[in-house]
């Protein structure tokens, strides 16, 4: 990587209100995880208005989650996703998570709804696809791993040409690659054990309708280092360390 290019966070969204305890937000959680310097991350705020900077002048993007749903369809989201798709064709390393995961299959032609399932939230299982193997991010990861999980919407068809690479028991689209250097992925590898309870405390009313137990989700929760492997992996790939 140029030294004078930054990793550059698409910031989408803020976390929940009852996580004001917890320094940080969904950027600062992700360079962290990524062991990325400070000075060298520059966060943009998707929903502000102004250009985007051009593709060729980041080492890489990162998509954060978000409480927005990509069927809004909001302006900014639009612009965003142009953005995205023009960074893909220039062969930009990004990695989309959660609603970034959504945000750039759209982008790419694939299609975004609400989980039939339900709420996906808590400390969840996920299985890696064959093709995970021979992925330069996902082969980093074991073949099963627990991960955090908060969402009600879902890739629910792939772009076009995309891999699938991972899914669990409520949702088949757990990540997708597209090319070489982009990946999506529905869990939060920047989440911890500490932050997954008050996602899960935030969809009580929704998950009580749909006759779930929110203790028995608390109770569920464990930690998933092995997750944030992913991020520690797409952080080389940024660097120039892919295999």
Not at 51 to 75: F, K, N, Q
Not at 133 to 151: E, I
């Amino acid at each position: 990587m140029s030294d004078h290019k930054p990793l550059v966070i698409l910031k989408t969204g803020r976390k929940i209100p009852s996580l004001a305890f917890i320094h940080g937000d969904y950027e600062d959680w992700i360079a962290i995880g990524m062991g990325w310097p400070a000075d060298a991350v520059r966060v943009l705020d998707a929903s502000a208005e102004g250009a985007l900077p051009h593709p060729g002048s980041v080492a890489g993007i990162a998509i954060t989650g978000s409480g927005s749903m990509v069927t809004e369809r909001a302006d900014w989201m639009l612009r965003a996703a142009d953005w995205l798709a023009d960074a893909v064709n220039r062969e930009v390393p990004i990695l989309g998570i959660c609603f970034g995961h959504q945000l750039l299959a759209h982008a790419l032609g694939g299609e975004v709804d609400y989980n039939p399932h339900g709420v996906e939230v808590g400390t969840v299982e996920v299985t890696m696809a064959e093709a995970a193997a021979d992925d330069p991010l996902f082969s980093a990861l074991p073949t099963r791993l627990w991960a955090q999980l908060s969402h009600r919407q879902s890739v629910r068809k792939l772009p076009p040409g995309a891999t699938l690479l991972g899914a669990s028991e409520m949702e088949p689209h757990q990540g997708f690659a597209y090319g070489p250097r982009v990946w999506g992925v529905q869990f939060h590898p920047e989440f911890d054990e500490r932050i997954i309870p008050y996602f899960v405390e935030y969809y009580r009313e929704i998950l009580g309708e749909q006759s779930r137990s929110v203790d028995a989700l608390k109770a569920a929760v464990r930690p998933a280092p092995e997750s944030r492997l992913l991020l520690q992996r797409f952080a080389e790939i940024v660097r120039g360390g892919s295999r």
